[in-house]
């Protein structure tokens, strides 16, 4: 049998239960339910590390943060992958096949190939104009005047709001079409492997207007709530969101949700052009997001938590000739089975030293009974373990302990370590021996002294918000560049100028102030436009 293409789909922040044909009504994804009609959804599919950086290295390499070295998403230029550890990419390249990354990667450095023949970038926050594909091509397609090409940031980061962009130039559809040109010009010689990375839904969610009222009259989920108290690092996740009232916040939820549906949108382009050139059952396809979005549940946002809205992930496979249409994996999955999977296709062996924690999905190799997830370092670090009935998680700041019952509870409510723990103390020692296991091999070197979890003194909760301003205008050169660029609050104004339940008084202007982000006087004036 001839080998494959390979088409790596990857969003960005997308939770486990986006998907209409995953059992999620309200959702509105035409082209993800069709993959999942025409392949298998693993429906037990986990981040194995929920945070964008560290994620995308245990796709690349198939391996844990104790070896790519990336267990959260701060490192400079200088840190980067191991060189003696392979990547799927320079695998498949070895072999034969034409590699490409389009869109968001978050690799590190920035440009490094990691065994990819081309690379075409798209980052949230670009340092350089001319580092990022996308960021140049919104300059040649009349958008050098901005500086927050995916949204704005500042005081708008969970806010609901509009893109900036038309709907062809938006980012999402970047990917989408560059995808399809390269399919248009692809060699006939050699098969492809593409990772098509799409940055949505990650916030802002600024989505194109015509998608932006796509859930305004749908009965969309309300967040979920917590009986028991959290951990130290769900507390201080809360601050990240800065809703004023429910109202927000559910029209938040619409356009993260309307971010998802136009991503959709252009998923099915791509694999329109898949079939019209006869590729597309010839192409094994995977779909999946690096980690899921609390999207105010319990309270929380973001992601590096835990809690299935944030390590729990949608995963689809396609390939007629191995993988049985409309069908349901129950077992556990997760990202690090991806590198095998795409070996195992392909028919190619694995030339790494270390023993990979992953197995090809679309075989019996691997004990799925069980799932482990772990992140970060020190006393914010924690790690955990998931079993059919089970998920025991183990926070190093201050040795705290969760313990969900995954078939009475599914929504992760109420913390049986605080409600019930004497009842549960068994489940809790055998659950916690077993992670103690895992952590000695696949976690982070000194988390485990005398066969037991390490504890740290707990952390104080930090207040903060998401402040980055764009990053690429502070380095360009040319002045009349400079002198082009929207001010930041003219961009905050126009991407709310449609949403008229954001309330500039009610939101943290003063953190943003204090910091020489905006100015008091704009930001008034603005208000005062919006008769605020």
């Known amino acids: 049998m001839a080998r494959p293409n390979i088409l790596l789909i990857t969003t960005d922040q997308q939770r486990f239960d986006t998907i209409h044909a995953h059992g999620y009504p309200h959702m509105l994804t035409e ?25 995308r290295h245990n796709i690349i390499t198939g391996l844990s943060a104790k070896y790519h070295t990336f267990d959260d998403n701060y490192f400079d230029d200088s840190h980067q992958i191991p060189y003696d550890l392979p990547t799927f990419a320079q695998c498949l390249s ?46 040649d397609h009349g958008y050098e005047h901005l500086q927050s090409i995916h949204g704005v940031r500042h005081m708008l980061y969970m806010q609901p709001q509009r893109s900036l962009v038309r709907d062809e130039d938006h980012g999402s559809s970047w990917v989408a079409s560059e995808t399809i040109k390269y399919l248009e010009n692809k060699s006939k010689d050699k098969p492809f492997m593409i990772w098509a990375g799409f940055i949505a839904p990650h916030p802002p969610f600024d989505v194109p207007s015509s998608y932006a009222d796509l859930y305004k009259d749908r009965n969309i989920p309300l967040p979920l709530q917590s009986k028991t108290p959290l ?7 809360k601050n990240i969101a800065d809703h004023p009232n429910t109202e927000t916040l559910m029209r938040a939820r619409e356009l993260y949700y309307s ?77 690090n089975d991806i590198f095998p999977t795409f070996l195992d296709v392909a028919g190619i062996h694995y030339p790494g030293k270390i023993q990979l924690p992953g197995a090809s999905i679309l075989s019996n190799e691997k004990d799925r009974s069980y799932q482990y997830i772990e992140h970060q370092h020190g006393a914010r670090r924690w790690c955990c373990i998931i079993t059919e009935e089970y998920k025991y998680t183990y926070y190093y700041g201050g040795g705290k302990e969760e313990l969900y019952d995954r078939i009475h509870d599914p929504y992760e409510s109420e913390n049986l370590l605080y409600t019930h723990k004497d009842e549960y103390e068994e489940v809790r020692i055998d659950l916690r021996k077993k992670l103690i296991e895992l952590e000695k091999r696949w976690g982070l070197e000194g988390c485990i002294e005398n066969d037991d ?80």
């Open 31 to 55: 082209n993800l339910d069709r993959l999942a009609r025409e392949g298998c959804s693993c429906v037990n599919a986990y981040s194995p590390n929920p945070v964008c950086l560290p994620a």
């Open 94 to 139: 070895d072999q034969g096949y034409d590699t490409i990354a389009i869109g968001k990667m978050h690799f590190q450095p920035y440009r490094r190939h990691n065994g990819f023949h081309r690379l075409l970038l798209m980052d949230e926050i670009p340092r350089f104009r001319e580092d990022d594909d996308y960021a140049l091509y919104l300059k």
């Open 231 to 237: 951990s130290t690092l769900a507390e201080e996740n």
């Open 259 to 335: 971010a998802i549906s136009f991503v959709d949108h252009n998923v099915g382009r791509i694999l329109d052009k898949l079939e019209e050139m006869g590729e597309l059952d010839n192409t094994f396809i995977m779909f999946t997001s690096d980690h899921g979005e609390m999207l105010g549940d319990m309270g929380t946002y973001q992601k590096f938590l835990p809690y299935d809205g944030s390590s729990k992930i949608p995963m689809i496979i396609r390939y007629p000739k191995l993988v049985e249409k409309n069908s349901i994996k129950k077992e556990f999955v997760d990202l």
């Open 453 to 532: 979890f390490k504890v740290y003194e707990d952390f104080e909760i930090n207040f903060y918000r998401e402040a980055n301003p764009p990053f690429f205008p502070s380095h360009l050169s040319k002045e009349y560049e400079r002198e082009q660029l929207w001010s930041l609050e003219k961009e905050l104004e126009e991407a709310i100028k449609e949403e008229e339940v954001v309330d500039l008084r009610k939101l943290d202007q003063e953190y943003f102030i204090t910091r020489n982000i905006v100015s008091k006087e704009k930001i008034d004036e603005i208000c005062k436009r919006r008769k605020q």
